[in-house]
């Protein structure tokens, strides 16, 4: 089979100024090197040398055969431009045979280097007798219910200075996390306790803020300790300090984050260089703890640095001291491995929660995305024909002359309320209850096209009136960030009149702060309407009830992590429309980004 690339103009001026820059080199370093750019654009470190040697592949159309393996290494590090690891080169080839763009192994390298040293080493002594007492007050031992690994999780994070905490939606990251940070301001005693919480985007930021501000005044503790308990949050840009017009952060290693705790929500959707810039900036000292559900799709940016960081989906297991520490604490009984310990340091800073508090036993919703997330997709649309789950459900997906039809209904239902809201922070809250999530942009089924489907149906019910492009009701979605106006990419507003200003149109956000904010539609930093979204932005978010749209035919960009990612954005409701053979061929097809990081962190 032959393997075909489609490079950008990107990709083939690098690879020019590389082989100007090498002088007398190999024809097909060129190649080589703009294959390398290439899979950086499609979300991978590094480019696996092992995926295309010796075989054809299909360049913008054209027929190329690179020399075998080993062949290939031997050139590649005989030119000026290539470099062995710890050489400063354009590019990087490892004995493994990946060759990176430099600055994305140094990425990889840095974080890489960051993890280990802190998941080997232990947090601070400990209080034993103070962190059990602690963990009976807020880990409340429920019988018959198996391992609490919540309380494992907190363990985990409190004796180590890096730990992640994997889980899918309603399995309790946050709730746990706000435990842990209890924790640690107790065992702390009279020292204080730096501690910041950040998210990758601005609406996972005040997600998280407001789930922080509910949780912790149900803490069994002190009110001492709940004042400490912070519920800012900001973005990882804004914790690390963007400079206007660089690339480069105010924090780095030259200037470190004055943090002892750093604590990362949404950490799936972190992209493996601006992990490695945060991880870079952290004290020695600091602890650092990930949320996040490693099942899910990672960074729209290069690389599955969560994912990576979990072992693609190892299973956990644990050091034997490890595993005599939490059952002396804690009571708990875990798996040991004999084999983990120093060869692995990585294994007790891992911890994944299994037991689901939003979805029960009978909820479709959660069966449905066990399936998928087994890659058992017949079992799946069985579950979602299934009457007996009130809360999902599969319909095939009408043609695309029928799609206006076939949707006009659910548009009504889902989006009136909203557009019936009395006030801008109702109708913020309307708007969250129902959404369309999209696996493409284009085409029939892509977001552009049903966004322009969805207007039309809301205007000829008289729902929303389009004689101006700022007409009231419109959801729009910020595309880029603007550090200076403080929206984020993925933020939402709505354009509604305000009454102070004449009436003149507004755009109405969420404040981070609490309350609202409205914006000058001239002022607005490139958006979109956002009726229907893709379900890579729809990361961060939740909505009551949604419409999971796929498209009539294959495509690479559908995929297992795509297709749960989606389902589990739905909190009470999920409909998916879509062809049954297409559902199956995604769910079978899981998302391989080439890297070494979970080789570095794992091997």
């Not at 939003?358 to 979602?384: C, E, K, M, T, Y």
């Not at 299934?386 to 459900?393: A, K, L, M, V």
């Not at 559908?558 to 739905?570: F, K």
Request: proline share 5%.
């Amino acid at each position: 089979m032959t393997i075909p690339f489609e490079l950008t103009a990107t990709d083939r001026h690098f690879a020019a100024f590389i082989q100007r820059e090498a002088g007398s080199a190999p024809d097909w370093l060129g190649l080589a090197v703009s294959l390398a750019s290439n899979a950086v654009g499609n979300g991978s470190i590094c480019l696996n040398l092992a995926d295309i040697a010796g075989t054809d592949i299909l360049v913008d159309g054209s027929e190329r055969q690179l020399p075998v393996l080993g062949e290939l290494q031997k050139q590649l590090a005989g030119t000026r431009a290539v470099g062995a690891p710890g050489q400063y080169k354009p590019l990087v080839l490892d004995g493994d045979g990946r060759l990176y763009l430099y600055r994305y192994w140094k990425y990889e390298r840095d974080l890489a280097r960051v993890i280990l040293e802190k998941a080997g080493s232990p947090g601070s002594d400990l209080d034993e007798a103070l962190l059990g007492e602690g963990l009976r007050r807020l880990f409340p031992f429920s019988a018959g219910e198996g391992s609490d690994w919540q309380k494992i999780a907190a363990l985990a994070a409190v004796q180590k200075r890096f730990c992640v905490i994997s889980g899918g939606p309603g399995t309790g990251k946050t709730s746990t996390v706000v435990k842990i940070i209890a924790l640690l301001l107790e065992q702390a005693k009279e020292k204080s306790l730096r501690i910041a919480l950040a998210a990758p985007t601005g609406k996972a930021a005040a997600r998280l803020k407001e789930s922080i501000r509910l949780m912790k005044e149900k803490l069994d503790c002190s009110a001492a300790i709940k004042s400490l308990i912070p519920e800012e949050v900001t973005t990882i840009h804004r914790l690390l300090g963007v400079r206007a017009g660089s690339v480069r952060f105010r924090h780095s290693q030259d200037n470190l984050l004055p943090y002892d705790v750093v604590i990362v929500d949404e950490a799936s959707m972190v992209a493996l260089p601006l992990m490695a810039k945060l991880a870079v900036a952290l004290k020695g000292d600091a602890r650092l703890i990930l949320l996040g559900d490693r099942d899910q799709l990672a960074s729209v940016e290069a690389g599955a640095a969560l994912g990576d960081i979990c072992g693609s989906g190892r299973k956990e297991t644990f050091s034997g001291g490890f595993v005599e520490f939490v059952k002396s604490v804690a009571g708990e009984q875990i798996p040991a491995d004999p084999s983990a310990g120093a060869d692995f340091p990585l294994c007790d800073s891992l911890v994944v929660l299994k037991r689901n508090y939003r979805f029960g036993v009978d909820s479709g919703i959660g069966a449905v995305a066990r399936a998928v997330n087994a890659g058992q997709g017949p079992s799946a649309i069985a579950l979602l024909k299934e009457e007996g789950h009130p809360d999902s459900s599969w319909q095939d997906v009408p043609s695309a002359d029928r799609l206006k039809q076939a949707l006009a209904e659910k548009i009504v239902s889902g989006y009136g309320p909203y557009l019936a809201a009395g006030s801008p922070a109702e109708a913020l809250e309307r708007f969250d209850s129902f959404r369309i999530l999209c696996a493409l942009r284009q085409g029939p089924y892509g977001v552009a096209g049903l966004n322009a489907l969805v207007e039309e149906i809301l205007a000829e019910k008289g729902l929303i009136g389009r004689h101006n492009r700022w007409y009231v009701g419109r959801p729009v979605m910020v595309t880029v960030n603007d550090y200076q106006l403080k929206l984020f990419n993925g933020d939402i507003g709505i354009v509604l009149p305000d009454p102070e200003n004449g009436g003149n149109p507004r755009v109405w956000f969420p404040a981070l702060e609490g309350g609202l904010r409205s914006v000058s539609p001239v002022r607005l930093p490139t958006h979109e309407t956002v009726y229907a979204m893709t379900v890579h932005k729809s990361q961060g978010s939740e909505f009551d009830r949604l419409l999971l749209l796929l498209p009539d035919r294959d495509s690479e960009a559908l995929s297992r992590e795509l297709i749960y990612t989606g389902i589990t954005r739905a909190k009470k409701e999920v409909e998916i429309w879509g062809d049954q053979a297409v559902f199956i061929e995604a769910v079978s097809r899981k998302i391989d980004r080439k890297s070494g990081l979970g080789e570095a962190l794992w091997s």
